[in-house]
């Protein structure tokens, strides 16, 4: 998901999806949707963090998922940064005794600095460049924005210094790697842990590269990333337009996109370019504020009105299957080609035509978009904490 400041301006929003009457209040032990999964599942949250993250985790809380970490990892920004967004809004709203935060790897398997630099000058600039956009004082220093480039242990305050929000006075959990605990868990709970990727899949690719048997002993993995047909659409409309149909999540880590796509999870679920059908409006967080808690404020100070419930949407998917209206089902691949203009671009296949080795995965292309602002507006209005547990 893009941090919330790191465009360091604003846009009409134009592409916002004006969210009408029909939206009703939901107490915390009520759902939007009536289908949920048969028992409470647990999940483990992987994720570049930003300072509205929390919407995220705040859906499978909701909808009475067990939690049992948060992951950060680099895709927007460095993964210390990300984790330590997962630390201040844990402890604003009290979960930080419940929910452990661990950091992910500092950097992706091969993609670097300057390998990605030199890829947009034998390809062209990516609309979206994460966290290896160039070093900007103003854009971190003044507007307060996540670090890019430079120092992958660079932290910049100013970015907690904001009403509302401050720096965390919690740790990361310092007892293993991000990597490790997806595998520690999975072999504790075989065939009951979900994995959710909303950022780039380095530290899942690292897990299952660790344990041969760590795919297989999950309940299957989300992940939010993987446009397809984006040529068209980044040729049209401004730079925010490509933008929006841009693949940070997997170009930032070619590699391991392919690593955890063709490892052998009992199923792969990629939410792709329907996770830009809902943005909101203005007035749609203003009705988000009118029940007042840490969570809501931020929501309604923060969220942009330009940018899509991106990883939001991945997650109401996972919860409640239930709101997914149409799917299709392919075989999956990452071009991990260096010199390729497609490199970290999904490659779908049929089966007469793919090559060795792919995995075959759902892909969701049509939703429930009535339900999607009902879901997010109760989760965010009426958020567990940790003695709900």
């Given at each position: 998901?893009?941090?919330?400041?790191?465009l360091?301006f604003?846009?009409?929003?134009?592409?916002?999806?004006?969210?009408?009457?029909?939206?009703?209040?939901?107490?915390?032990t009520?759902s939007?949707?009536?289908k949920r999964?048969?028992?409470?599942?647990?999940?483990i949250?992987?994720n570049d963090?930003?300072?509205?993250?929390?919407?995220?985790?705040?859906?499978?809380l909701?909808y009475?998922?067990t939690?049992?970490?948060?992951l950060?990892?680099?895709?927007?920004s460095w993964?210390?940064q990300?984790?330590?967004?997962?630390?201040a809004?844990l402890?604003l709203?009290?979960?930080?005794?419940?929910i452990?935060?661990?950091?992910?790897?500092?950097?992706?398997l091969?993609?670097?600095?300057?390998?990605?630099?030199?890829?947009e000058l034998?390809?062209g600039?990516l609309?979206?460049?994460?966290?290896?956009a160039?070093y900007?004082e103003t854009s971190e220093?003044?507007l307060?924005?996540?670090p890019?480039?430079?120092d992958p242990?660079?932290?910049?305050k100013?970015?907690?210094?904001?009403?509302?929000y401050?720096?965390p006075?919690?740790?990361f959990?310092?007892d293993?790697?991000?990597?490790?605990?997806?595998?520690?868990?999975?072999?504790?709970?075989?065939?009951e842990?979900?994995?959710?990727?909303?950022g780039?899949?380095?530290?899942?690719a690292?897990?299952?590269?660790m344990?041969p048997?760590f795919?297989?002993?999950?309940?299957?993995l989300?992940?939010?990333?993987g446009?397809i047909?984006?040529?068209i659409?980044?040729?049209t409309?401004d730079?925010?337009q490509a933008?929006?149909v841009?693949?940070?999540?997997?170009v930032i880590d070619?590699?391991?996109a392919?690593?955890?796509?063709?490892?052998d999870?009992?199923?792969?679920?990629i939410?792709?370019?329907?996770a830009?059908?809902?943005?909101?409006?203005?007035?749609y967080l203003?009705?988000?504020?009118?029940?007042?808690n840490p969570?809501s404020?931020?929501?309604?100070l923060y969220?942009?009105t330009?940018?899509?419930?991106?990883?939001?949407?991945?997650?109401?998917?996972?919860?409640?299957?239930?709101?997914?209206?149409e799917?299709?089902?392919?075989?999956?691949?990452?071009?991990?080609?260096y010199h390729s203009p497609?490199y970290?671009y999904?490659?779908p296949?049929?089966?007469a035509?793919?090559?060795?080795?792919?995995?075959?995965?759902?892909y969701?292309?049509?939703?429930?978009e009535?339900?999607?602002?009902?879901i997010?507006?109760?989760?965010?209005?009426?958020p567990?904490?940790?003695?709900?547990?």
């Amino acid at each position: 998901m893009r941090s919330l400041l790191t465009l360091g301006f604003f846009v009409s929003s134009s592409l916002s999806i004006p969210l009408g009457q029909h939206q009703q209040r939901h107490d915390s032990t009520s759902s939007p949707i009536s289908k949920r999964w048969d028992s409470s599942p647990k999940v483990i949250m992987d994720n570049d963090w930003g300072i509205t993250g929390f919407v995220t985790y705040l859906v499978p809380l909701y909808y009475n998922w067990t939690i049992l970490g948060l992951l950060s990892d680099t895709a927007n920004s460095w993964a210390l940064q990300g984790g330590l967004h997962a630390l201040a809004s844990l402890e604003l709203g009290a979960l930080s005794d419940c929910i452990p935060v661990y950091r992910g790897a500092d950097l992706p398997l091969l993609q670097n600095e300057h390998l990605f630099q030199t890829y947009e000058l034998l390809h062209g600039v990516l609309p979206w460049e994460g966290v290896f956009a160039k070093y900007n004082e103003t854009s971190e220093k003044v507007l307060g924005n996540d670090p890019t480039s430079g120092d992958p242990g660079r932290i910049v305050k100013e970015a907690f210094e904001k009403p509302g929000y401050a720096y965390p006075n919690v740790s990361f959990a310092a007892d293993t790697t991000a990597a490790m605990f997806m595998v520690e868990q999975a072999r504790k709970y075989p065939g009951e842990v979900v994995i959710y990727s909303g950022g780039a899949l380095t530290n899942i690719a690292l897990a299952v590269r660790m344990d041969p048997d760590f795919a297989k002993n999950t309940a299957g993995l989300y992940i939010m990333g993987g446009y397809i047909d984006r040529m068209i659409e980044q040729t049209t409309g401004d730079v925010l337009q490509a933008d929006l149909v841009s693949d940070i999540n997997l170009v930032i880590d070619p590699e391991a996109a392919r690593i955890a796509l063709t490892a052998d999870f009992p199923n792969i679920t990629i939410v792709g370019n329907v996770a830009n059908v809902l943005t909101p409006t203005v007035d749609y967080l203003a009705d988000v504020g009118d029940v007042v808690n840490p969570f809501s404020v931020l929501t309604k100070l923060y969220y942009p009105t330009f940018l899509p419930f991106w990883d939001e949407t991945a997650a109401a998917i996972m919860v409640d299957p239930s709101i997914v209206t149409e799917s299709i089902e392919f075989y999956a691949d990452v071009d991990t080609q260096y010199h390729s203009p497609y490199y970290g671009y999904i490659r779908p296949y049929q089966a007469a035509l793919m090559p060795p080795g792919l995995r075959k995965v759902r892909y969701i292309t049509k939703v429930n978009e009535t339900a999607l602002p009902d879901i997010f507006k109760a989760s965010i209005q009426y958020p567990k904490t940790c003695a709900d547990f």
